[in-house]
């Protein structure tokens, strides 16, 4: 059983003596604000002091810890799912020095569009945008990518398009590079039925049904993707309130209806999109992760191996891992980010 899979409660233990240790002496420089704050009993901790920074299309909510002058890691989150996903990750990668950026991403927490009359766009190349909007808002040359599910994808466009941004990539299911035109393809029966949110998403009814109760849903997705983590209420329940951005809803279902070629996205993105068809490979130094007990549609690691041609490794951790790999096993997740750009 792979030891880095604890249950939460002693996850917390670890925060209580580790991660808000990281705000007094000795290692009172590591870790700058906004720092992990210490909740009541019974109640989860999170990151408290968050920044925001106008980048794109966005104002950008964002985390910050560790020294200013490290090398950066940007750790980025995916549906449904904030940045809490690396609450226990960020206290590791900042006592061994790194400056760490986790951001909201669009339709998340708070995070908004600077316009009113932005289009609530979720496609990739848009998400993708974003991110770099943000490396260069942020004075942020190169920096390392640790991501999972639409943050892995993100990565991966960064990694593929953008290598000389790229230090390193950590990406859980690998390679996630989308092509609305093939995905609009049937699946068999089996794979569209783990798809079913995406077929419910494509709906009026649908789309009303999330936006009726968007915290309900996620929290069966949450159980349908880890089907042996153990969270608690309150666990779920710091997230969930990043579901409550008023541009949620418009963005997760348009990602969805996008992916299957349902809906178009913004011409400006289209050069993006076309070089991302072609299914760029990615040459910056990766590794990619998985988790025995994955319950969401993801790759083989055979399948996308070959599309990493730089310095490469996959990481298979057992002990009931789900789709939130960060969350549930944030200490091999930390040393991914730590150990990519040594390979």
């Not at 704050?37 to 966005?58: C, N």
């Not at 809803?249 to 991302?276: C, P």
């Not at 298979?316 to 549930?328: A, D, F, K, V, W």
Request: net charge neutral.
């Amino acid at each position: 059983m792979d030891t880095t899979h604890t249950p939460f409660a002693r996850r917390r233990s670890f925060l209580g003596s580790t991660a808000l240790g990281l705000a007094i002496a000795p290692l009172g420089s590591l870790l700058s604000a906004p720092s992990l704050a210490a909740a009541g009993s019974g109640e989860a901790t999170r990151f408290d002091g968050l920044k925001t920074v106008d980048a794109g299309d966005l104002r950008v909510e964002y985390a910050e810890a560790g020294p200013a002058n490290g090398p950066v890691a940007l750790l980025l989150h995916g549906w449904p799912y904030d940045i809490h996903a690396f609450v226990d990750v960020a206290p590791r990668l900042a006592a061994a020095g790194y400056r760490v950026i986790v951001p909201y991403l669009r339709g998340y927490g708070g995070t908004r569009f600077l316009s009113a009359d932005a289009v609530r766009n979720g496609q990739q190349g848009a998400v993708a945008q974003d991110i770099i909007a943000l490396m260069d808002a942020l004075g942020i040359r190169q920096a390392v990518l640790g991501a999972f599910d639409w943050g892995a994808r993100t990565a991966c466009i960064l990694a593929a398009i953008w290598p000389e941004r790229v230090a390193g990539l950590v990406s859980v299911s690998g390679y996630l590079i989308g092509n609305p035109k093939a995905n609009a393809k049937p699946l068999p029966p089996a794979a569209e039925f783990a798809w079913w949110y995406q077929s419910y998403f494509a709906t009026d009814r649908g789309r009303d049904g999330y936006a009726a109760n968007p915290a309900a849903f996620n929290r069966f997705i949450w159980q349908q993707a880890s089907p042996q983590w153990q969270f608690d209420e309150a666990t779920y329940q710091r997230s969930a309130q990043s579901f409550e951005n008023p541009d949620h809803v418009a963005i997760v279902v348009h990602n969805y209806r996008w992916r299957i070629g349902l809906v178009g996205g913004e011409s400006r993105f289209d050069a993006l999109e076309d070089k991302l068809v072609a299914a760029p490979s990615i040459g910056v130094p990766s590794i990619t992760m998985e988790g025995d007990a994955n319950g969401a549609p993801h790759p083989a690691p055979a399948a996308y191996a070959k599309k990493f041609t730089g310095r490469y490794q996959h990481r298979h951790l057992s002990g009931g891992i789900g789709h939130n790999l960060p969350q549930e096993a944030p200490a091999a997740f930390a040393q991914a980010v730590i150990d990519v750009t040594r390979l």
